[in-house]
C-alpha cells in the first residue's frame, strides 16, 4: 500500500485566495482526520471523519475552512479567503478500527502551507 | 482524554538506551498509553501502545508503572535515525481522537 497521499506537497498562495489541500486515505480505513501543526501550537485536530461523515469539526478554526469527503478514496480541506496565519503544515491521517486494540494513525507527509 | 506531561528536550549518546517519561497522572482505567514520533517535516509515525502490561516491539518497549500514573518509552540502542519528536498520548479506546501534546524532542549525540 502507498500509504496516506497528500497533495500538493508545497503550496504558497496570496492573501485571499482559495487553497484546497487533498488527501486520499489508505484503502480501507473508514475514519480520516486532518490536523494542522504550527511552531505556537503543535498538532491540532481540525476535522474527522468516519465513513466519508463528518463527525467532529469543533477544531476547525472558522468559516473559512471547510473539509469534504465524498467518497471513501478521497478528502479535500479548502480554506476561502486564505489568510497569512493559516500558513502552516497540515497531515492527513487514517486508520481502521474494525474492533482492533490495536488501532494505528497513519499519517501522510503533509501539505507546507504558505499564505504570503 | 487524559493529559500528559512530557520533558520538553532530552539528550541521548549513540548506541545507548534513550528513556523517555511521560507523567499522565489523571489517567482513566480504560486509557491507552499510545506513543508516536514525528521526524523532522515527516508525517508523526506509530512507535507503541499499552494498557496495563509492559510492551516490546521492534522498535521500542514502553514500561507502565502499577498505577498507571506513568510511562517510559524506551529506545534499546538509540541511533542517529531516532533523533525526532516523541509524543505521548492517553486516550479512550472507543474514543475517535488522538490529541498529541508538545512532546519531547530527542537528540541523539554522535
Known amino acids: 500500500d502507498a500509504g496516506v497521499i497528500q497533495s500538493p506537497r508545497h503550496e504558497v498562495t496570496e492573501m485571499g485566495q482559495e487553497v484546497t489541500l487533498r488527501c486520499k486515505p489508505i484503502?480501507?480505513?473508514?475514519?480520516l482526520f486532518w490536523y494542522r501543526q504550527t511552531m505556537m501550537r503543535g498538532l491540532e485536530l481540525l476535522i474527522y471523519f468516519n465513513n466519508n461523515v463528518p463527525i467532529d469539526d469543533s477544531g476547525m478554526p472558522e468559516d473559512r475552512f471547510s473539509a469534504k469527503m465524498p467518497n471513501a478514496s478521497f478528502s479535500t480541506l479548502k480554506i476561502q479567503p486564505s489568510e497569512p496565519r493559516d500558513s502552516a503544515v497540515y497531515f492527513c491521517?487514517?486508520?481502521?478500527?474494525?474492533?482492533?486494540?490495536?488501532?494505528?494513525?497513519?499519517f501522510g507527509s503533509g501539505t507546507q502551507l504558505s499564505v504570503l | 482524554d487524559a493529559k500528559t506531561t512530557q520533558p520538553p528536550s532530552m539528550d541521548c549518546a549513540e548506541g545507548r538506551a534513550a528513556n523517555l517519561p511521560c507523567n499522565h497522572s489523571?489517567?482513566?482505567?480504560?486509557?491507552?498509553v499510545y506513543w508516536y514520533r514525528q521526524i523532522h517535516s515527516q508525517g508523526p509515525q506509530y512507535i507503541i501502545h499499552g494498557l496495563k502490561n509492559n510492551e516490546t516491539n521492534e522498535m521500542a518497549s514502553l514500561i507502565i508503572t502499577e498505577d498507571r500514573k506513568s510511562s517510559t518509552l524506551i529506545l534499546p540502542h538509540a541511533t542517529l535515525r531516532d533523533t525526532a519528536v516523541y509524543y505521548c498520548?492517553?486516550?479512550?479506546?472507543?474514543?475517535?481522537?488522538?490529541?498529541f501534546g508538545t512532546g519531547t524532542s530527542l537528540t541523539v549525540i554522535p
Open positions: 489523571t489517567i482513566s482505567g480504560n486509557e491507552y
Open positions: 484503502s480501507g480505513h473508514d475514519y
Open positions: 491521517a487514517s486508520s481502521s478500527r474494525q474492533g482492533r486494540t490495536n488501532e494505528k494513525l497513519f
Open positions: 498520548i492517553v486516550r479512550v479506546f472507543t474514543g475517535n481522537q488522538f490529541y
